[in-house]
């Protein structure tokens, strides 16, 4: 007996061990996920706001042509209102230092006020617009107060202009509108998220109208009507190994095939939806057989017992039961192809897009590639301007697969 309770003993120390082992890796991945997003939110939570500058703008009828409202000289008038807001800055490089605490957006978003509104001509009114970048991230408390000329690109100078306009109640941060409305744009604070939300919206309605039919027909053949000899043994072989190549060799052959053989418009949606298709079907096919697989026997059984033939068993009895699986297989397929970077590289989704995509063939980009771009560019500003796309990205991510789990729990029968 003492044998046997010195070996139970034994047993039970390497369970608790195992068991400790396990739960410390869990907590492990939990504290190191909690990091990266901690870190993502800490630079992007950020960029939901934008810094704006009250301008007392004089629109002068003068300065206008009632013919042609869009022909006028929209950045003189910013700069002629900066120049009354501060009459003691005189010589070239002083009045260049006070233009740059503005946006050079700001005469765009003057433009449009009158194009909306022509009866404002004539008038004097305050007029919001955005801050440069650098402004924008020393409000934000990105530079700190003693941060260095070279860092934040700000002269003794503007950092006094910018307290007087602070005390004057001329500086706030307001909600970022033009993050969510406008394209990309080599200026951050101008740049936005809207273009490449489009692309992607584009790119997986091609996805998901070409992959979810095929898939789910391939599926439904492989598993139900296709002999069991060696070329269905193979064609199920090289599905499954498709399923594991990387990414990027669909983009080569989207490269060969699509755009080199075929002709099809580069950066394009409709190529990167086919791109796509190409590598979410092994996915959904392998899901869909999984699902189909699930329905039990009896299920076709009885079907066939009843006098419906093999067609009407599939599409009556044994496609509906199975469908859940498929939607969940299809859904999560869908959710990889929208973090994809790589294949759309290749296909030219790299390229800078400023307009907003209207359709399949217009020139875009998708989400995961704004990104990388924005990661690549050297202004702070559109470091966190990254982090804020990355948690958008993560979010459609999440809606995505929270989806996935949603169909799974309220469609799917335990047999």
């Known amino acids: 007996m003492a044998v046997v309770r010195r070996g139970l003993a034994k047993r039970y120390r390497a369970e608790w061990r195992f068991k400790a082992m396990g739960v410390l890796a869990i907590c492990a991945s939990l504290l190191f996920l909690a990091m990266v997003f901690a870190s993502i939110v800490g630079n992007g939570y950020t960029a939901f706001q934008q810094t704006h500058i009250q301008l007392e703008v004089s629109l002068d009828p003068e300065a206008f042509d009632t013919t042609a409202l869009s022909a006028a000289d929209y950045p003189g008038l910013v700069k002629k209102s900066l120049r009354q807001m501060f009459p003691d800055v005189s ?45 924008d991230m020393l409000i934000k408390g990105h530079f700190g107060g003693e941060a260095s000329q070279s860092a934040t690109r700000l002269s003794d100078a503007q950092r006094q202009w910018i307290d007087r306009l602070t005390a004057d109640g001329k500086i706030e941060k307001r909600f970022n509108r033009i993050f969510f409305t406008t394209g990309d744009s080599r200026e951050p604070e101008l740049a936005g998220i809207w273009g490449a939300v489009m692309g992607s919206f584009f790119t997986l309605a091609v996805t998901l109208v070409l992959s979810f039919p095929i898939g789910v027909a391939a599926a439904v053949y492989l598993e139900e009507f296709a002999p069991q000899n060696r070329w269905t043994d193979l064609i199920e072989v090289n599905i499954n190994n498709l399923a594991a190549v990387p990414s990027i060799v669909f983009g080569l052959l989207g490269l060969a095939v699509f755009l080199n053989f075929f002709g099809l418009p580069r950066s394009a949606p409709l190529v990167g939806g086919l791109v796509l298709t190409l590598m979410t079907l092994p996915t959904i096919i392998i899901a869909s057989r999984a699902a189909l697989k699930s329905v039990p026997p009896s299920i076709r059984e009885g079907a066939l017992g009843i006098g419906a033939s ?31 970077t790589a294949p759309l590289l290749m296909i030219g989704m790299v390229a800078f897009i400023v307009d907003i995509p209207g359709s399949l063939t217009d020139p875009s980009t998708v989400l995961p590639v704004q990104i990388y771009l924005w990661a690549d560019s050297p202004e702070r500003a559109f470091v966190e301007r990254t982090s804020a796309a990355i948690m958008i990205l993560l979010a459609f991510l999440i809606v995505m697969n929270a989806a996935a789990v949603y169909l799974r729990k309220k469609f799917e029968k335990r047999w």
Do not use: C, F, N
């Open 91 to 135: 010589g070239r490089g002083d009045l260049r230092q006070l233009y740059a605490l503005v946006s050079s957006g700001a005469s765009y978003h003057l433009r449009e006020m009158v194009m909306a509104k022509p009866q404002l001509v004539g008038q004097a009114l305050p007029v919001w617009v955005p801050a440069d970048d650098d402004v």
């Open 310 to 340: 093999k067609m009407q068993m599939v599409l009556h009895h044994v496609l509906p039961l199975a469908l859940p699986g498929m939607l969940t297989g299809t859904i999560i397929g869908m959710a990889r192809a929208l973090g994809e």
